[in-house]
């Protein structure tokens, strides 16, 4: 079991720059393939970026590509989410989750491959 805490979120003007952060507890960091995903108000979890076990894969949805960037350090257990030009449609609850065990895919981008989630963090990008 791992335990997730998201960081970082807040009120950005658009074109403006954020880091969010997600921490996470124990020694078996390396072992999960990690994701961000969004909630928007009256839309469903949408799948955001994921990367690989060791942060040698990575994926992007087509609409954050270009503009985001995920990585992890393992060693401080942690997974960065950096997000530049940001719109007013990124405006959303960023939540930081661990696959589960046994999961195939190197980067996994449904919401059932995962099995730990963080609490979340706001992100609100105003006009």
């Known amino acids: 079991q791992v335990q997730l805490v998201e960081s970082g979120g807040g009120l950005v003007q658009a074109g403006g720059s954020l880091r969010l952060s997600c921490a996470a507890s124990?020694?078996?960091?390396?072992?999960?393939?990690m994701g961000w995903f969004r909630q928007a108000p009256g839309k469903e979890r949408e799948f955001v970026s994921g990367?690989?076990?060791?942060?040698?894969?990575?994926y992007y949805a087509d609409s954050v590509k270009g503009r985001f960037t995920i990585s992890r350090d393992n060693a401080k257990n942690t997974m960065y989410l950096q997000m530049n030009s940001l719109k007013p449609e990124d405006t959303a609850v960023y939540y930081c989750?661990?696959?589960?065990?046994?999961?195939?895919?190197?980067?996994?981008?449904?919401?059932?491959?995962?099995?730990?989630w963080g609490q979340g963090t706001q992100v609100t990008v105003s006009s």
């Open positions: 989750a661990a696959d589960r065990a046994l999961s195939i895919a190197a980067v996994p981008r449904q919401l059932y491959q995962y099995e730990y």
């Open positions: 124990g020694r078996t960091f390396s072992s999960y393939a």
């Open positions: 990367i690989s076990r060791s942060g040698g894969s990575t």
